[in-house]
């Protein structure tokens, strides 16, 4: 791999590090195993020759993190890895623990993560993939084994889920639900990864 090659390989890492990362948490708990996943990726990656060939860079990085980690968990537990893996909450950094996070934001994310209490692994995944990663239904689709139509039922089911939960909240309240989880979904850049 020539020079060009290798800035333009540690370009895509550093775009895309955060997003891998957030995405494998929601798989598992264990960071270690999720950041080693998203390693070997890279270094497959810095292995091939060609990486221009990739059409959509950010769908063949979740796609391929997504596979390396689910094959490794498999490996640790044997029994079959089903969509009910997969976890929407977002994810708490150090800083945030050893920090006095104030009563209103606990109460918030309390009642958020119990509206999404409601929705199937499938949903969640689904609407982490489409609304957080900003993937097409068709890519969505294609991570999780569906088709294009499957994909626009689930997520528009799993809308209609958080709205009857959300009650009397106005609609506009959904986005805000979805904007908390767009912020804490990604670490904060502090040098630990």
Do not use: W
């Amino acid at each position: 791999m020539n020079r060009k090659s290798k800035e333009s390989l540690s370009a895509l890492y550093e775009e895309h590090v955060d997003s891998l990362y957030s995405y494998g948490c929601k798989f598992t708990g264990d960071r270690e195993l999720v950041k080693d996943c998203i390693h070997d990726v890279f270094v497959k990656l810095y292995e091939k020759e060609d990486i221009s060939a990739i059409r959509n860079v950010k769908f063949y990085l979740l796609r391929s993190v997504k596979n390396r980690l689910l094959d490794e968990l498999s490996r640790v537990q044997p029994e079959s890895m089903d969509e009910a893996t997969f976890s929407y909450l977002p994810e708490v950094s150090d800083d945030d623990r050893m920090m006095d996070i104030n009563e209103t934001a606990q109460l918030r994310k309390k009642y958020i993560e119990k509206i999404f209490e409601n929705l199937t692994g499938r949903q969640k995944e689904a609407v982490y993939l489409y609304y957080i990663e900003e993937l097409s239904y068709d890519e969505v689709g294609q991570l999780l084994g569906m088709n294009y139509q499957s994909v626009r039922n689930i997520v528009h089911q799993a809308l209609k889920r958080l709205r009857d939960k959300l009650g009397d909240k106005p609609p506009a309240f959904l986005f805000t639900v979805l904007s908390f989880f767009r912020k804490s979904s990604s670490p904060s850049k502090n040098g630990k990864f």
